[in-house]
């Protein structure tokens, strides 16, 4: 598949709908009410100048939203390591190369800042499945487990790759 290129930007408050939407969709209902938890506290941070540690870009096409990815940096942790946030493409414009894309300019923007450890949290679940296999491909490797983890007994599972 020939390598896509395309231009991603900051989110903005005004974005959290539509971006809770497409992840809602790209996953599923329960993954959409988390990431709009955390995106509706991430941007309530911004606006009393403080820095939570995330950052979320929007690949858009034609003013429609295509693809969602970002980086969560735990304040508490090492200051070389850094999570992929939400990630998701428009259910449509899957398997066409643009998650590939949207991971190479979020990896390059985690490089500039010094990051060089990343981490995905992904889950052992059929919602997921797509996912691991993209992230393997990728070059993820699988770095932990943790039993249990969601509601349903299902695994949380830990990639990892060297930026
Ligand atoms: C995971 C996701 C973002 C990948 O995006 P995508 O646009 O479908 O992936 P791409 O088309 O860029 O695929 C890139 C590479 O991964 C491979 N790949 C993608 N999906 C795959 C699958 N289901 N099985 C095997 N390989 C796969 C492609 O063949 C391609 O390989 P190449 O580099 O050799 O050409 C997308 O499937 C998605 O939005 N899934 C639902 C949301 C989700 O689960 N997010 C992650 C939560 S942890």
């Known amino acids: 598949m020939q390598n896509k290129t395309i231009e991603i930007v900051p989110m903005q408050a005004s974005d959290i709908e539509k971006a809770v939407a497409l992840i809602s969709l790209a996953m599923n209902e ?3 009410k988390w990431a709009s938890e955390t995106m ?3 941007f309530k941070c911004a606006a009393q100048g403080l820095d939570d ?3 979320y870009y929007l ?3 034609d003013a429609e939203l295509m693809g969602i990815v970002g980086l969560h940096h735990y304040a508490w942790g090492p200051p070389e390591n850094v ?3 939400w990630f998701a493409v428009a259910p449509a414009e899957q398997g066409k190369g643009y998650g590939k894309a949207l991971l190479s300019e979020v990896e390059q923007k985690a490089r500039q800042r010094g990051f060089r450890k990343f ?3 992904t889950y052992e679940h059929p919602d997921f499945e797509k996912a691991i296999r993209f992230y393997q491909k990728q070059g993820f490797t699988e770095h932990g487990r943790i039993a249990n983890y969601l509601a349903d007994g299902s695994q949380m ?3 990892g790759k060297t930026l």
């Open 119 to 121: 981490f995905v949290e």
């Open 53 to 55: 540690g995330h950052d």
């Open 40 to 42: 509706h506290f991430h």
């Open 59 to 61: 690949w858009w096409k």
């Open 157 to 159: 599972l830990v990639l």
């Open 30 to 32: 329960d993954e959409g």
């Open 83 to 85: 999570w992929l946030a």
